[in-house]
C-alpha cells in the first residue's frame, strides 16, 4: 500500500512538474536581436510584458543571418535587427517563411570619416567601404549617389551593386564589407558608409559624427524601417501580439528619442 501511495505522489509531482513548465514555454517569448539598439529596445519592452505575465528572453547576435534560422527552426519565437528588404531577399535565397508583423524603428545610414575627414576633400582613387549584403549595399551606394560621388545607372534603386555605377568621376574604389566590420575598417578606408546599429555600436553619433545622413524623409526612411519577424503562420499568436503592443509603446517611444538623439527614430 504504503509504495503504491508513493509511485501515486510520484506520478502527482511529475504531473505538476510538467504542467508549470508547459505554462512557462507559453508565456515566454524568446526574441533574437542585434545588441544596439535592438536589444537594448527590447530591455525596455521586457518589463511591459512582465506586467502582463510575459517573460522576454531576449538573445544577442552579431550577424545577420544566424537569428532568420533560428525563427525558421523554431528555436526562436522572433527576431528583431532587420528591415523588410532584406527579409524578402534573405526568403528567396535560404527558402525560409519569415513575415514581418510590425514595423519599430529606421535607423539612417551615415557616411562616416576614416583617413579622409570632409566629402570634398576625397582624393582621386579613394577608397569606401560599404556593406556588402544585396540591399544594404544598393542603399550605400544611393546615399554615396545622392552626395554626387557616384552616379547609379537609371531606375536601379534598390537593387543596385557596384556594377550599377555609371560615373565615378573621382576613381573612388567600393570595397565590400561584412556591415559589422564597417566600423572597425574606419581607420583603413577614407570613409564608410555604416548602418544605423553597427555606429552606434562603435560608439559613432550620427548627428555628429556622420559626414552625410540620410534624410529621414527619403525613400530609403520609409523602406528600410527595421521590423519585428515572425515564422510565418505566428503572425495571430498572443504572445507576439502582446510583444508587438509593448514595441510600439509610449515607453519605447521615449526611450528610443530620449537614448539615440536620431541615430535610431520610433515609426509607430
Do not use: W
Not at 519592452?45 to 544577442?60: D, F, N, P, Q, S
Not at 528555436?75 to 519599430?104: M, R, W
Not at 574606419?186 to 555628429?208: C, F, H, M, R, T
Amino acid at each position: 500500500m504504503k509504495k503504491t501511495l508513493a509511485v501515486i505522489a510520484t506520478i502527482v509531482i511529475f504531473a505538476a512538474l510538467l504542467t508549470g513548465c508547459g505554462k512557462t514555454e507559453k508565456n515566454t517569448i524568446k526574441v533574437g536581436a542585434s545588441v544596439t539598439p535592438h536589444a537594448e529596445i527590447l530591455e525596455v519592452a521586457r518589463e511591459i510584458l512582465a506586467k502582463k505575465g510575459y517573460t522576454l528572453e531576449i538573445v544577442e547576435y552579431n550577424d545577420y543571418v544566424l537569428p532568420n534560422i533560428a525563427t525558421d527552426t523554431g528555436e526562436l519565437d522572433a527576431n528583431y535587427f532587420q528591415h523588410l528588404p532584406y527579409l524578402k531577399n534573405f526568403n528567396e535565397e535560404n527558402g525560409t517563411k519569415l513575415v514581418s508583423v510590425a514595423a519599430i524603428h529606421y535607423e539612417p545610414f551615415g557616411i562616416y570619416p576614416g583617413k579622409t575627414k570632409a566629402l570634398d576633400q576625397l582624393p582621386d582613387g579613394a577608397v569606401i567601404a560599404v556593406p556588402n549584403d544585396g540591399t544594404n549595399e544598393a542603399r550605400a551606394l544611393m546615399l554615396l549617389e545622392a552626395q554626387g560621388l557616384i552616379k547609379l545607372k537609371e531606375g536601379v534603386s534598390f537593387t543596385a551593386t557596384v556594377l550599377d555605377i555609371e560615373s565615378n568621376p573621382k576613381n573612388l574604389v567600393i570595397k565590400e564589407l561584412e556591415a559589422a566590420q564597417l566600423a572597425r575598417a574606419l581607420e583603413d578606408v577614407d570613409i564608410a558608409v555604416i548602418n544605423g546599429n553597427y555606429a552606434i555600436e562603435a560608439g559613432l553619433n550620427v548627428s555628429k559624427d556622420a559626414l552625410a545622413v540620410e534624410d529621414k524623409e527619403s525613400e530609403a526612411a520609409q523602406t528600410y524601417a527595421n521590423i519585428l519577424v515572425v515564422k510565418e503562420g505566428n503572425e495571430n499568436n498572443e504572445a507576439v501580439k502582446a510583444l508587438v503592443e509593448a514595441l510600439r509603446s509610449e515607453e519605447v517611444r521615449m526611450f528610443i528619442n530620449d537614448t539615440y538623439e536620431g541615430a535610431v527614430i520610433p515609426i509607430f
